[in-house]
């Protein structure tokens, strides 16, 4: 990551800075040491003030000569040119076994790599238009024929497909109720009641799941105006846990040539916490720990494991 930082970035003032923190630090030092020394050395009262009065202010002085410094490099520095909107996926930063699964730093690696291949795509594809190679008028004739046309990309789908595959599902599973709503527009928003156990808000664009949160059953989920409330969370830890497991399968679960396929499959496994309460962890064998219940749920084989015992 290191030619990543050096985009953008002036590191001579980067290690000017370095010193000037360091410079910093000591001068702040010297200040607390002259106040845990306080007035010493001096024979009269009068004396021993003046003394420390002016060890303080020089002190301070110094301090603020130091930071000034520090803030002229910082604006030097720079800024690195490269951004990573990475959205959901910062939450991969908080996988509390980093040294065993480094999602995260792999993520920014490969996502730094997939910048590059674009690039240097798109200066070959200059390059090799500038030397297109020459051809009669009949072989371009038959060559556009057999051309296959280029599929459409778009993520659009029409609403009434959408209501088809959400009624679809909905019939797949007789405990989860689902209940498809579209207050602003086209985009729909899906009330997921999982028997008597949690309720989820599942915030869709077209056929692709944004926002999910989820909450316990008897919590309520509809706001003052009776809106589904896409904001608040919910008032018990283990729903918070499950919202962001939930959150973490939509970045498992994604395959954006068959949007229906990943709407099915986070549905199935989002159905394996019909038994949230009841479920001893597959690791441990313990239904309680820490007091909460097995909230992770393994995205292949929908096994319960609580959050320190899935690896």
């Known amino acids: 990551m290191a030619d990543v ?3 953008g970035v002036n590191l001579e003032a980067f290690a000017q800075a370095i010193s000037a923190i360091q410079a910093l630090r000591s001068s702040v030092s010297r200040v607390f040491d002259c106040l845990k020394d306080g007035m010493r050395n001096k024979e009269t009262l009068e004396g021993r003030e003046k003394a420390f009065i002016a060890h303080f202010q020089d002190n301070l002085h110094s301090v ?6 520090l803030e002229r490099l910082s604006n030097l520095v720079g800024k690195p040119s490269e951004n990573h909107p990475l959205h959901n996926s910062g939450l991969l930063s908080l996988d509390p076994v980093q040294d065993k699964t480094p999602l995260y730093s792999q993520l920014l690696q490969a996502y730094k790599w997939s910048n590059k291949l674009q690039y240097h795509a798109g200066l070959a594809s200059g390059l090799l238009n500038q030397q297109s190679l020459k051809r009669s008028a009949n072989q371009m004739g038959v060559s556009a024929k057999r ?13 009434q497909y959408v209501d088809d595959v959400i009624s679809r599902i909905d019939r797949m ?18 009330l997921v009641t999982l028997g008597k156990v949690l ?5 869709m664009r077209s056929l692709f799941i944004d926002r999910t949160i989820v909450r316990g059953y008897s919590e309520n989920v ?11 969370k919910s008032n018990y830890q283990v729903f918070q846990k499950v919202t962001d ?3 973490t399968a939509l970045l498992h679960y994604q395959l954006p040539q068959m949007p229906d396929v990943v709407v099915r499959s986070f549905m199935t496994w989002l159905r394996s916490y019909i038994k949230l309460f009841q479920a001893p962890c597959q690791r441990c064998g313990k239904f309680l720990q820490d007091g909460l219940p097995p909230t992770w749920r393994d995205f292949r084989t929908l096994e319960a494991f609580h959050d320190t015992c899935r690896q």
């Not at 603020?64 to 410094?69: A, F, P, Q, S, Y």
């Not at 599973?173 to 899906?190: C, D, K, Q």
């Open 5 to 7: 930082l050096s985009v």
């Open 64 to 69: 603020n000569r130091d930071l000034n410094e």
């Open 147 to 159: 051309r296959p046309k280029a599929q459409p990309t778009t993520l659009v789908l029409p609403p």
């Open 173 to 190: 599973f007789p405990e989860m109720s689902i209940h498809l709503s579209r207050p602003n527009g086209t985009s729909a928003m899906l």
């Open 199 to 203: 309720k989820v808000i599942v915030v």
């Open 222 to 232: 509809y706001t003052e105006d009776g809106k589904l409330d896409i904001w608040s």
């Open 245 to 247: 497991h939930a959150t």
